[in-house]
């Protein structure tokens, strides 16, 4: 027991009244703060991470056919550096467009697109210079815009010719 208490006495062996001193028991408060922190301990929840569920297909065989796909209805996004997102509809003869990650910019041109679209797949092509931000960024946005057909794919050497024509 935790007790906080002082002698009281003469000097020269004279006997004097005997004072009571002031006794204070820090038993209770101490017992008090275990309960406090078992409780906030007990109670408290962790953060959980937040990830981002993604469905990876299988790896296909030799002998399964790839699916043919309409080219009208494919939309190439291309991640470049510095944020910015070269896109176009089509695979012959494609008319780049540069967008962005801003409001108006790539949730805009997914929402009209599979609007006038039926069955849109869209292509992420994301190139060395894109950061890794901007692939969890685009995977946002085709959750977002409620895109089902999507598939992120290597970034051709056409499509590098493609965006140095598009800078000149």
């Known amino acids: 027991m935790a007790e906080i208490s002082s002698q009281g006495g003469g000097k020269n062996g004279k006997v004097r009244s005997k004072k009571t001193s002031t006794r204070i028991d820090m038993t209770p408060m101490v017992d008090l703060a275990f309960l406090l922190l078992t409780f906030f301990v007990m109670t408290t929840t962790l953060n959980k991470p937040q990830t981002m569920e993604i469905t990876m297909p299988e790896k296909p065989k030799q002998e399964d056919q790839q699916p043919m796909v309409?080219?009208?209805?494919v939309l190439t996004l291309v991640l470049g550096e510095n944020?910015?997102?070269y896109w176009y509809l089509g695979i012959t003869d494609p008319k780049v467009n540069v967008t962005n990650?801003?409001?108006d910019g790539v949730r805009k041109i997914l929402l009209r697109e599979n609007g006038q679209?039926?069955?849109?797949?869209v292509?992420?092509?994301?190139?060395?210079e894109s950061k890794y931000k901007n692939v969890v960024d685009i995977l946002d946005e085709m959750n977002i815009s409620n895109i089902a057909r999507y598939a992120l794919v290597d970034i051709t050497a056409v499509d590098k010719e493609l965006i140095k024509e598009s800078n000149l």
Not at 70 to 73: A, D, M, V
Not at 117 to 121: A, F, G, L, P, S
Not at 123 to 128: E, G, N, Q, V
Request: glycine share 0%; charged share 45%; net charge positive.
């Open 70 to 73: 309409n080219e009208k209805r």
């Open 83 to 85: 944020d910015k997102i």
């Open 101 to 103: 990650f801003s409001n």
């Open 117 to 121: 679209i039926k069955d849109m797949v």
């Open 123 to 128: 292509l992420i092509k994301p190139a060395d």
